[in-house]
């Protein structure tokens, strides 16, 4: 709007000349018989603007009791240089209008420190805490960052199904999507909407590689399903995914690609979010100097491991592990924070994983052992980025998909892909909040989406 501005990440609308109008919520207000100060957010910053009211002020007087924390206002005045330290302007308000009360025996955001827990159960007003308002502000940054990426590299976003018939990873822990009314009888999928079993989707990689193999590049971005009866701070239950796909691409730049994603990602958040992310960092929960740990994640080169090797690392290690490593075993969080933290002391790709271990979709290698896999580790949080090269070759995906009991013919489109003019295509899978926890040294996952989805919370 051409009338408005931005002072302190608030947004001032300008009414005539030298007269501002600016609106929002009251976190504190303070009455005096000589002035009163309201501390006024309209959800922008983590500071907020000083407002500062003459107690005789026409429109003030009869309002003044029934304006406390939690309120919503608008205010007309002037933007003055402050002489209280700590700021270096103030609103000298000559208008108040009271919007909508909020009675401070029942609001719950007086005021007080609210552990993080008691914000996660009132979902409803956990955006107006200082923490989730920055928590929040950042996600939208980041998702932003995301499409500036791939925008700047020539991909295209593509929108996948929700709704699949296609079980991306084989694990089966799957929201399944019917009609059918439940019974004992045994199920008719004939009978069913989609004439087949349907369920929300794990992943948008199936149908990314349609367009990849015809678009070149192209990425997704949108919410995917899990349906795992999983309690911790690292899992939800519907979360977002960012896939990109490749055409005529291995493993080698496909590692590139991740690691200038992740890199560019952080440097746009610490630019873009400054403010938000220094709030953050202080936070008694935030892990100690995380910002420079991300600092060092975009100027140190990640190194690459084989996972022959890091296994032979792990097994040497002097620290006891809770899960025993040998090769073969899916690592652990502890074994992926092990090789990042202690071993490389920065990022670290660990390659080439058994086939035992991964989808039917990764590139076998000639040693026919192990897949053209790849995972990102990065200090703090262990793996953050995974991928590989695809499978392109029609027989052996064709035989993996068998020894791993996946009927073929429900994916006959998938094998079509390399029946026809197929090529080496490669990409991977960034969950957006394994990310945002990163950056923000939020510890539960549960914190840095909107409205999280977890076993026995699926409303509000």
């Known amino acids: 709007m051409g009338n408005s501005f931005k002072f302190a990440d608030l947004q001032l609308k300008k009414v005539s000349l030298g007269e501002y109008q600016v609106s929002g919520w009251v976190k504190t207000h303070r009455q005096s018989k000589n002035i009163s100060f309201i501390e006024l957010s309209d959800g922008s910053s983590v500071k907020g603007l000083q407002l500062v009211i003459e107690p005789n002020l026409a429109t003030y007087a009869p309002i003044a009791d029934r ?10 005045g002037k933007l003055v240089e402050s002489p209280a330290k700590g700021q270096t302007h103030e609103f000298q308000v000559s208008e108040i209008a009271l ?29 107006r805490s200082n923490t989730f308002g920055a928590v929040f502000r950042i996600r939208s940054n980041v998702a932003f960052a995301v499409h500036k990426f791939f925008k700047e590299r020539g991909f295209y976003y593509i929108h996948t199904p929700i709704i699949t018939t296609s079980d991306c990873e084989g694990a089966g822990e799957m ?34 590689e349609i367009f990849a193999t015809a678009l070149g590049k192209i990425y ?83 190194e690459v491991l084989e996972y022959t090797e890091a296994i032979k690392i792990l097994e040497n290690a002097t620290q006891a592990f809770e899960y025993p490593v040998s090769w073969g075993i899916d690592l652990q969080s502890e074994h992926e924070r092990y090789l990042t933290e202690k071993h490389v002391q920065g990022p670290v790709f660990v390659i080439n994983y058994p086939k035992t271990i991964k989808p039917f979709y990764m590139r076998l290698n000639d040693d026919e052992k192990t897949v053209t896999g790849m995972d990102l580790l990065t200090p703090g949080i262990g793996e953050i980025i995974g991928g590989g090269q695809r499978e392109d070759r029609l027989d052996l995906l064709t035989h993996r998909m068998q020894a791993q009991g996946l009927d073929v013919s429900n994916y006959w489109w998938y094998l079509q892909l390399r029946e026809f003019g197929s090529v080496p295509h490669a990409g991977f899978g960034l969950g957006f909040e394994r990310f945002l926890m990163y ?22």
């Open 220 to 302: 997704t971005f949108g919410p995917t399903f899990r349906a795992e009866n999983s309690n911790t701070s690292r899992h939800l239950s519907e979360f977002w995914m960012i896939e990109p796909e490749i055409s005529f691409c291995d493993l080698a730049q496909d590692m590139q690609v991740a690691s200038d994603f992740i890199k560019y990602l952080i440097s746009y958040t610490l630019e873009e979010s400054a403010a938000d992310l220094e709030f953050l960092h202080q936070a008694e929960w935030c892990v100690p100097n995380l910002r420079a740990n991300l600092e060092a994640v975009v100027n140190k080169p990640a």
């Open 67 to 76: 304006v406390s924390t939690g309120s919503s206002i608008i205010v007309s």
């Open 175 to 208: 929201f399944q999507v019917t009609t059918l009314k439940p019974g004992n009888a045994k199920v008719d999928y004939t009978q069913d909407f989609f004439k087949a079993p349907a369920f929300l989707t794990v992943s948008g990689q199936l149908e990314g």
């Open 99 to 127: 919007v909508g009360e909020a009675d401070p025996e029942k609001y719950f955001l007086q005021k007080k420190h609210h552990g993080l827990d008691t914000l996660r159960e009132n979902l409803h007003f956990r955006p």
């Open 439 to 460: 950056v923000t040294g939020m510890k539960n996952i549960r914190d840095v989406i909107p409205v999280p989805r977890y076993p026995g919370h699926g409303g509000i």
